[in-house]
């Protein structure tokens, strides 16, 4: 009996649903809404809403249960023009467009809130390795998810995301959900 249980199996073993829950959680601060099943959703809610309250302490950097909760949370260099091309197809049509924009010609477009540094070869290496800096996870949770709620509930802590339901996939019949933060 799984009387006063909380959680789903998910038919994974314990560390396999922490990968699960971690992947989805780094996945959702990375691009702010993802779509999963409503009942991954609804648990990783759990983790990820724990996650921004601690993010939304004075000393989250150094705070190591932070960490816990994401896949590679420090900033990330992307080496070659390919790999940049190819990270730059995951994004928002918006925010490729600006970074392309930006990658085309640093010293005249603004750069990208989540670039930390882009070095690109000139003159005669103008075909060589590029490399782009991109925020991190974590940066990323305690500099720009975190603040918006800060104002917003004072001590009360949760209701950091909003779940819609998709309806059903097709093929097995699994209901789906878009989860994404609610600010």
Do not use: W
């Amino acid at each position: 009996m799984r009387h006063q249980k909380t959680g789903r199996k998910f038919g994974r073993e314990s560390h396999q649903r922490a990968a699960l829950f971690r992947s989805l959680c780094t996945s959702l601060v990375k691009y702010e809404r993802i779509t999963t099943t409503l009942q991954k959703a609804k648990d990783m809610r759990r983790f990820i809403e724990e996650a921004v309250s601690i993010a939304m302490t004075p000393d989250a950097e150094k705070n190591p249960r932070l960490a816990g909760y994401f896949h590679a949370v420090a900033d990330r260099e992307i080496v070659g023009r390919q790999n940049i091309l190819n990270y730059c197809s995951n994004l928002k049509k918006d925010v490729r467009e600006k970074l392309e924009k930006y990658m085309k010609d640093p010293d005249k477009n603004e750069k990208p809130e989540f670039v930390v540094e882009y070095l690109a070869s000139k003159g005669d290496r103008a075909k060589g390795p590029r490399i782009m800096r991109v925020e991190g996870v974590m940066n990323k949770l305690i500099k720009t998810i975190a603040p918006r709620f800060k104002d917003a509930k004072g001590d009360v802590t949760g209701g950091y995301t909003r779940i819609y339901k998709l309806g059903f996939r097709r093929g097995d019949c699994a209901e789906m959900a878009i989860i994404e933060f609610s600010r």
